[in-house]
T-cell receptor, first 114, second 111 residues
Framework: EPEVTQTPSHQVTQMGQEVILRCVPI?????FYWYRQILGQKVEFLVS????????KSEIFDDQFSVERPDGSNFTLKIRSTKLEDSAMYFC????????????FGEGSRLTVL | ELKVEQNPLFLSMQEGKNYTIYCNYS?????LYWYRQDPGKSLESLFV?????AVKQEGRLMASLDTKARLSTLHITAAVHDLSATYFC???????????FGTGTRLKVLA
C-alpha cells in the first residue's frame, strides 16, 4: 500500500542550526502538507503546497521556514535557525487532490532543539 | 478563520460503555474527517464525511455530520481497551485545501 515516508525519524540539533526534514509523498498525489504537533497536543497546520508553490500557510510558518520540492519526489521543510520552541513532531501529509479526500500522513520526524 | 473544537478533551471510560465525542467547527465546511492517533504514532484516517446527514460506521465507531449545526459526533459503542487513543476531527473551509484539526480527545478505556 502506498505510504508517505519521512526522514529522519528523530533529529537533535543545537539552537540556531539549520534543519531539513524530508518527505516522500504518495506518488501521483497533488497536494503536500506539513503539520506540527508539540508533545502530543494539537496538530497545527504549517503549510500546503500545490503545483510547485505554497498554496496556503499559517502564522507559524514565518520567514524561518521554507518548503520545496526539488526533484519531483521529495518534499522538504527547512528551518533556517532553530529555536527551542521548534521542538516538536513534524508530520508530512499528502492528498490525492481529486476532491477533498483524507490526508495521508507520514510517521513523523521528531525534532529536538537544545 | 476556521476553528475546530472538540469535547471532551479527556475521556476515561469503562469497557462496555457507550460514549460520544463532539466536534464543533466555526465556519461553513462541507467535509469533516476523523483521525486516530496512538501515542508516539502518526495519524490514521478513520472516517470521511462528505455531506450533511452523512453517517459512517466501522466496528464500534460511528461518525455523523450535521452541517447546519456545524457539528460532528464520534460515537463509541461498547468500548474496548484497544480503542484507547487520541481522536482528532478535522475540517476544511469551503474553497480551500487547508485542513484544520480539532483539539483532540484523549480516550482511555479501562478494563
Amino acid at each position: 500500500e502506498p505510504e508517505v515516508t519521512q526522514t529522519p525519524s528523530h533529529q537533535v540539533t543545537q539552537m540556531g542550526q539549520e534543519v531539513i526534514l524530508r518527505c516522500v509523498p504518495i506518488s501521483n498525489h497533488l497536494y503536500f502538507y506539513w503539520y506540527r504537533q508539540i508533545l502530543g497536543q494539537k496538530v497545527e497546520f504549517l503549510v500546503s503546497f500545490y503545483n510547485n508553490e505554497i498554496s496556503e500557510k499559517s502564522e507559524i510558518f514565518d520567514d524561518q521556514f521554507s518548503v520545496e520540492r526539488p526533484d519531483g519526489s521529495n518534499f522538504t521543510l527547512k528551518i533556517r535557525s532553530t529555536k527551542l520552541e521548534d521542538s516538536a513532531m513534524y508530520f508530512c501529509a499528502s492528498l490525492a487532490g481529486r476532491g477533498l479526500g483524507e490526508l495521508f500522513f507520514g510517521e513523523g520526524s521528531r525534532l529536538t532543539v537544545l | 478563520e476556521l476553528k475546530v473544537e472538540q469535547n471532551p478533551l479527556f475521556l476515561s471510560m469503562q469497557e462496555g460503555k457507550n460514549y460520544t465525542i463532539y466536534c464543533n467547527y466555526s465556519t461553513t465546511s462541507d467535509r469533516l474527517y476523523w483521525y486516530r492517533q496512538d501515542p508516539g504514532k502518526s495519524l490514521e484516517s478513520l472516517f470521511v464525511l462528505l455531506s450533511n446527514g452523512a453517517v459512517k460506521q466501522e466496528g464500534r465507531l460511528m461518525a455523523s455530520l450535521d452541517t447546519k449545526a456545524r457539528l460532528s459526533t464520534l460515537h463509541i459503542t461498547a468500548a474496548v481497551h484497544d480503542l484507547s487513543a487520541t481522536y482528532f476531527c478535522a475540517a476544511t473551509t469551503s474553497g480551500t485545501y487547508k485542513y484544520i484539526f480539532g483539539t483532540g480527545t484523549r480516550l482511555k478505556v479501562l478494563a
